[in-house]
C-alpha cells in the first residue's frame, strides 16, 4: 500500500474515532433537545392553539427540518466540543483538519438522532392513540430530499464552526490568552456565524419553503 | 482531545457511530416502506381550479385503500392548479375513463387525502401512458354553502312568521267555529236520540202491521188466485155462450131484417162479420174476439 493511502487510511481511522469520541459526547444532549422539543411544540399547538395532531406533528417537521433543526444541533455541539477544538487547534500533527472530517460526520449524524428524538417526542405527545400509524404516516410526508438537506447544513454548520474556533482559538492561544476567556470569545463568534450562515443559507441558497415535502 | 490521547489504547465503543448509523438505516428503510421507493410508479395529472386542502405528500387512495402520492402542485399560466399524482404501477389498471379525482377526508377533522374512484381496466386493454389526465372534482365550497344557509334560514324564518301570523289570527276563529259547529251536531245528534227513542215503539208497530197486511194480502192473492183457476172453465163457457147467444141474435136481426124489407135500412149485400171465437192464449191471460 502507497504511503499516501496508508496516511488517507489512518486520518480517516482518527476522524472516525474522533467523530465517535465527539459523537458520544453530543449525542445525549441532543436526543434530550430533540424530545423537549418535539414533546414542547406539539404539545403547545394541539392543546393551546388546538390545531390537529396531524398539523402539528408536520409543524414539528418543519421546524426541525427546515427552520432551527441544524442551527440547534450545530449550537449544542459547537458548546460541547468548543474545549476539545480548542485543545486539537493547538496540536502541531494536523489534528484539526481530522477534526473538521469529524465534525461534518458528527453533524450528520447528530441531525438525524435530532429529528427523530422530535418526532418521537411529537407522536408521544399527541392525543391520537395509534402511535405506531402516526409514526408512519410522519414518515410518507417526509422527504429524503428534505432530510438530506438538512443533514448537509447542519454538518456544514458545524464544520465552519469548528474550522473558525479552531483558527481563532490558535492564534488567541499563541498569544498566550488564557483558554477560558478564549473558549468564552469563541462561543460569542461561534454563535454570531451561526445566524450569519443561517441567514445566508436561507437567503442565498436555499430560502425556506413552507412545506414537510418537495413540490 | 489530541492525536496522542487516542492513541492510548482506549478500545472505542463506537456507540455514537454504530446507533447513529442503525438510526439512520432505519430511517431510510421507513421512508423507502412508506413512500414505496422501487415500486414501478404511473403518473396521472389533474387540473384544478383551487389548489385549496391539497398538499404533496398527500395520501392518494382508491376504495379507501393507499395506492399512491400526491407528488406536485404548480400553478399554470392561466390561474390553474397541474397536479402530479403517482400511483402504484400494480392499481393503475383500476383507474379507467370514468374515473374521477376528488378530495375526501377522514370525519369531519381528520387527514385529507385525494380519493379516485375506481373504474377497473381488462388487462390487455391497451398500454397506458405515462401521463394521463384524470378529471378532478372540485370539493364543495364552505363560504357559498353557508350564504346559501343563511339565505334558507332567512326564508325559513319570514315563511314561519307569516305561519305564525297567520295561526295568530285565523286559527282561533276556525277552532271557534269548529267548537260552535261540533255543538250544533251534537245537540242535533241528541236531538235526533230522543227522537227516534219516542219513535220507536210507534215505529216498529206500524212494521208490524204492514207485515201482517202484507201477509193477509198475500193470503188474499192466493185465494184469488185459486177462484180464477177455479172459475176460467165456467167463465170460457159463458162467453161461449154468450157469443152463441149474440150470433143468434144477430142472425135473428138479419131474418127481422129480411122479413121488414129492403127499404127499412141497413144494407142487405154486406154481410156481418162472423164474430171471432173466444180463445184463451196458451199461458195467457184470457182474449175476447168481440169487435172493438
Not at chain 1, 154 to 174: D, E, N, P
Not at chain 2, 135 to 145: K, S
Not at chain 2, 172 to 185: E, H, K, M, N
Not at chain 2, 196 to 215: C, E, H, N, Y
Request: glycine fraction near 8%; proline fraction near 6%; include cysteine.
Amino acid at each position: 500500500m502507497p504511503a499516501s493511502l496508508q496516511r488517507l487510511n489512518a486520518a480517516a481511522r482518527h476522524s472516525l474515532k474522533l467523530a465517535e469520541r465527539d459523537g458520544e459526547r453530543c449525542g445525549g444532549p441532543v436526543l434530550l433537545a430533540g424530545l423537549v422539543l418535539g414533546l414542547g411544540v406539539v404539545e403547545l399547538s394541539s392543546s393551546a392553539l388546538g390545531q390537529t395532531s396531524r398539523f402539528s406533528l408536520e409543524l414539528l417537521i418543519l421546524l426541525v427540518l427546515q427552520l432551527m433543526g441544524p442551527m440547534l444541533v450545530t449550537l449544542i455541539a459547537m458548546a460541547l466540543l468548543l474545549p476539545r477544538w480548542l485543545e486539537r487547534s493547538a496540536d502541531r500533527h494536523g489534528g484539526w483538519r481530522e477534526s473538521l472530517l469529524a465534525s461534518a460526520l458528527i453533524g450528520t449524524v447528530l441531525m438525524v438522532l435530532f429529528l427523530m428524538a422530535a418526532i418521537t417526542g411529537g407522536v408521544l405527545a399527541s392525543p391520537r392513540a395509534d402511535l405506531v400509524g402516526e409514526f408512519r404516516e410522519l414518515l410518507s410526508g417526509v422527504l429524503l430530499s428534505d432530510l438530506l438537506r438538512s443533514c448537509f447544513r447542519a454538518a456544514f454548520f458545524l464544520v465552519m464552526l469548528c474550522a473558525w474556533s479552531q483558527l481563532r482559538g490558535r492564534r488567541r492561544l499563541q498569544r498566550d490568552v488564557a483558554p477560558a476567556l478564549v473558549s468564552s470569545d469563541l462561543m460569542v463568534e461561534g454563535l454570531m456565524l451561526l445566524l450569519g450562515l443561517k441567514l445566508l443559507w436561507i437567503i442565498a441558497i436555499d430560502p425556506l419553503r413552507l412545506t414537510t415535502s418537495a413540490q | 482531545m489530541t492525536r496522542s490521547d487516542l492513541g492510548n489504547g482506549r478500545r472505542e465503543r463506537w456507540l455514537f457511530l454504530g446507533s447513529g448509523l442503525v438510526v439512520i438505516l432505519a430511517v431510510l428503510l421507513g421512508l423507502a416502506r412508506e413512500q414505496r421507493w422501487g415500486q414501478p410508479m404511473v403518473m396521472f395529472r389533474l387540473i384544478s381550479s383551487n389548489a385549496t386542502g391539497l398538499r404533496p405528500g398527500q395520501e392518494v387512495r382508491i376504495s379507501g385503500l393507499p395506492v399512491g402520492q400526491l407528488r406536485s402542485l404548480q400553478l399554470q399560466a392561466d390561474a390553474s392548479v397541474a397536479i402530479a399524482v403517482e400511483v402504484a404501477q400494480r392499481y393503475a389498471p383500476l383507474i379507467g375513463p370514468t374515473s374521477v379525482a376528488r378530495q375526501g377526508q377522514e370525519g369531519f377533522i381528520g387527514d385529507r387525502y385525494l380519493e379516485i374512484s375506481p373504474d377497473p381496466q381488462t388487462a390487455g386493454k391497451g398500454k397506458r401512458s405515462s401521463d394521463q389526465r384524470l378529471p378532478y372534482e372540485q370539493p364543495l365550497e364552505l363560504a357559498p354553502m353557508l350564504q346559501q344557509l343563511v339565505q334558507t334560514q332567512k326564508d325559513l324564518q319570514a315563511t314561519l312568521r307569516n305561519t305564525t301570523r297567520l295561526t295568530a289570527n285565523d286559527l282561533p276563529q276556525t277552532l271557534r267555529d269548529a267548537r260552535l259547529s261540533l255543538r250544533g251536531i251534537h245537540s242535533l245528534a241528541t236531538f235526533l236520540q230522543r227522537e227516534s227513542a219516542s219513535t220507536a215503539p210507534d215505529l216498529r208497530d206500524a212494521l208490524r202491521q204492514i207485515s201482517r197486511a202484507g201477509s193477509t194480502v198475500e193470503q188474499t192473492s192466493t185465494e184469488a188466485q185459486q177462484l180464477l183457476r177455479i172459475s176460467q172453465p165456467e167463465l170460457i163457457r159463458t162467453l161461449d155462450d154468450i157469443q152463441t147467444l149474440t150470433n143468434t141474435s144477430q142472425r135473428l136481426l138479419q131474418n127481422l131484417l129480411g122479413l121488414f124489407g129492403p127499404d127499412s135500412g141497413g144494407n142487405p149485400t154486406q154481410s156481418p162479420q162472423p164474430a171471432a171465437p173466444l180463445r184463451p192464449a196458451p199461458g195467457g191471460p184470457i182474449q175476447h174476439g168481440l169487435p172493438r
